[in-house]
């Protein structure tokens, strides 16, 4: 009888031992995985997703001290949200090349890449997709400076909700225009005496108005008592033109006469000018032709105008006659629209920016300068058609550039 007691006895401190053992090991190994655990990445661990809501993240956050708790909540939520459709078993050597994507972004995975964007203001605040209560299909620029100020406050007026309203500043004020609602929601940019075709080229790439149908590239001085800017572009789309401009006020300055408006009809795209001015009626100044003070371009026409501005010839001057350069057929898609139509008031505020001296005003220096870059443009564009022509090994064609 005595025989079974003393077994007894014997196996419980051997399972005693046994006990400490295991639960040491186990302290041991929780010890380790804890000092560890804040640098394995948590991506890569394959954890129950029942395991997620038990975690304690203040450790956590005394360690990553700029994330709040409830940031790295979301964090894991996100997680678990997302862990059945995750990636699995990438190669640590995969690489990603990508030929079709723009160029520098061969590296990138095509999902992720945006090669356009837009001048849509966003909050800093909720969710981006509940920024935007409405998203403009149009643009409209205008380059100012503070003396315009109540023009430009009635030209705004005439452009609906539906457009993106953008001032260049060329005198540097901006801060004044901030009497007007509208101008809170507009876009400034300010660089001194800088005109509309040094800030196009630098701030509207087709790429980055390419969420706009129709841009407006306008100047300061323009009447707008009988435009509105949404009939305009009906009228636009009615008769497929992808460059035009309002008609202008026959009576009021000297203007080219394919821009004069004409009182009964919608749109013109010829006309007649003095003889031999136009050698061909379907080339400018008699066709295929719009002044640079207020043209409209589509997004397709602005691609091609755009790549076409000079950086440094800022005036614009002979662009005029080179947009034909960018539709086709030129003389059927370029158009003035007179039901729609504006008065060019002719101030010379930009031209007061330039700079006096040897007796002559500040506009006079200014003006040199145009017609100077007019010149300078045509060769330009005479000399690029020729070198092209002569490396395709074919007789280029007489030029019509003026």
Not at 62 to 78: I, P, R
Not at 138 to 157: C, D, E, M, R, S
Request: aromatic fraction near 12%.
């Amino acid at each position: 009888m005595g025989s079974p007691t003393r077994v007894g006895n014997i196996r419980k401190p051997k399972e005693k031992m046994r006990f400490v053992a295991t639960a040491f090991v186990a302290i041991l190994f929780g010890f380790f995985l804890g000092v560890s655990f804040p640098t394995v990445s948590l991506t890569k661990m394959n954890l129950p997703s029942s395991l997620l809501p038990s975690i304690d993240l203040s450790y956590i956050e005394d360690k990553y001290s700029g994330f709040s708790t409830q940031a790295l909540v979301n964090a894991w939520s996100s997680l678990k949200s997302n862990r059945d459709i995750s990636v699995k078993h990438i190669p640590n050597d995969a690489k990603i090349w990508v030929p079709t994507n723009p160029p520098g972004a061969e590296r990138l995975p095509p999902g992720i890449v945006e090669s356009e964007s837009d001048l849509y203001l966003r909050r800093l605040w909720g969710l981006p997709s509940e920024d935007l209560t409405i998203k403009p299909k149009y643009l409209v620029t205008f380059t100012v400076g503070l003396a315009q100020k109540q023009n430009i406050n009635a030209a705004v007026k005439k452009f609906s909700e539906n457009f993106t309203i953008v001032l260049f500043h060329y005198d540097g004020r901006t801060s004044e225009w901030d009497e007007f609602e509208w101008s809170k929601r507009a876009i400034h940019v300010s660089s001194r005496k800088q005109t509309k075709w040094w800030y196009a080229k630098r701030f509207l790439h087709p790429d980055i108005v390419a969420s706009y149908e129709y841009i407006f590239i306008w100047d300061e001085d323009l009447g707008v008592e009988h435009f509105n800017a949404e009939e305009y572009i009906k009228l636009v789309r009615k008769h497929g033109l992808e460059i035009s401009q309002p008609g202008l006020e026959p009576n009021n300055g000297l203007t080219w006469q394919m821009t004069k408006r004409r009182g009964h009809s919608e749109v013109h795209m010829q006309t007649e000018e003095k003889p031999g001015w136009c050698n061909d009626p379907h080339l400018p100044p008699c066709a295929a032709f719009v002044e640079i003070m207020a043209p409209v371009f589509s997004q397709d026409a602005w691609r091609c105008v755009w790549h076409m501005i000079q950086n440094d010839l800022v005036h614009g001057w002979g662009l005029d006659f080179a947009l034909r350069r960018c539709v086709e057929p030129a003389h059927e898609k370029i158009g003035v629209v007179d039901a729609q139509w504006i008065v060019h008031q002719g101030v010379p505020s930009l031209g007061n920016q330039g700079q006096a001296g040897s007796g002559r005003a500040p506009w006079e220096g200014v003006r040199e300068r145009c017609r100077r870059e007019w010149t300078m443009f045509q060769a330009r564009m005479v000399g690029a058609e020729r070198a092209y022509f002569e490396e395709m090994g074919i007789d280029p064609p007489n030029s019509t550039a003026r």
